[in-house]
């Protein structure tokens, strides 16, 4: 079993649609938890991070913790083209120490 | 201010040479980690360093690979001995890791290929 799993994708949008992104990790220890997007060539990019149950919101971001299903997941409103990438999610346990990645999910908007 | 630097962006060593990767953290960060993705594979950890302290080299192959961040100037990563299966994108990322705060953010890599 993979530390962290995604879906590999593609996960196809309709510009203006909602994507939605799930992640689960094995670890119940893990306390930190964070999703990155990578666009193709370029390193990742923090997006969002979330510590704690429940949602977190960003703008069109909004990132959800359930420590007890071990499951985290990142929604994206009115996606853009631009939004267009490989989103990654990363596990730290204790806070602070390495990020374990899952293999990341590929995300392509269509106009 | 600026974001966490590393150079060169792209190194291209032979077989048997040494490849050194040097990374600058953000400002106020003390904290580097180094990551490496192979092609068409995931994000790896290496190894984790503090100021002069190597804090988890967990990651980092048993040879030939080494890292250190010294008290003045970038953290390093050194590759002795290259190996075609070393090529790869090498990222670093910095992290203050203080007040709760843990993110890390990464670099732009420096993209290693081995002939």
């Known amino acids: 079993q993979k530390e962290v799993e995604q879906n590999s994708g593609p996960l196809s949008v309709p510009e203006g649609a909602i994507a939605s992104l799930n992640c689960t990790y094995s670890?119940?220890?893990?306390?930190?938890f964070f999703w990155y997007r990578q666009y193709s060539g370029k390193s990742p990019e923090l997006i969002m991070s979330i510590y704690s149950n429940g949602d977190k919101e960003d703008g069109r971001f909004t990132a959800q913790l359930n420590k007890a299903s071990q499951y985290v997941s990142l929604l994206i409103r009115d996606s853009q083209p631009s939004d267009s990438a490989t989103y990654l999610c990363?596990?730290?346990?204790?806070?602070?120490?390495?990020?374990?990645f899952g293999g990341g999910t590929r995300v392509l908007v269509k106009p | 201010n600026a974001g966490v630097m590393q150079n060169p962006r792209h190194l291209v060593r032979r077989r048997g040479q040494e490849a050194r990767l040097r990374c600058s953290p953000m400002k106020g960060h003390s904290h580097v980690y180094w990551y490496r993705q192979l092609p068409e594979e995931g994000l790896k950890f290496m190894v984790y360093l503090q100021k002069e302290n190597i804090i988890d080299e967990s990651g980092m192959p048993k040879e030939r690979f080494s890292a250190e961040f010294p008290k003045e100037g970038p953290s390093i990563l050194r590759i002795q001995q290259v190996v075609r299966g070393d090529s790869a994108a090498y990222f670093c990322a910095s992290s203050p890791r203080n007040r709760g705060i843990y993110e890390q953010y990464f670099g732009p890599g420096t993209r290693l290929t081995v002939t």
């Open positions: 990363a596990v730290t346990r204790p806070a602070g120490n390495k990020l374990t």
């Open positions: 670890d119940r220890g893990s306390q930190s």
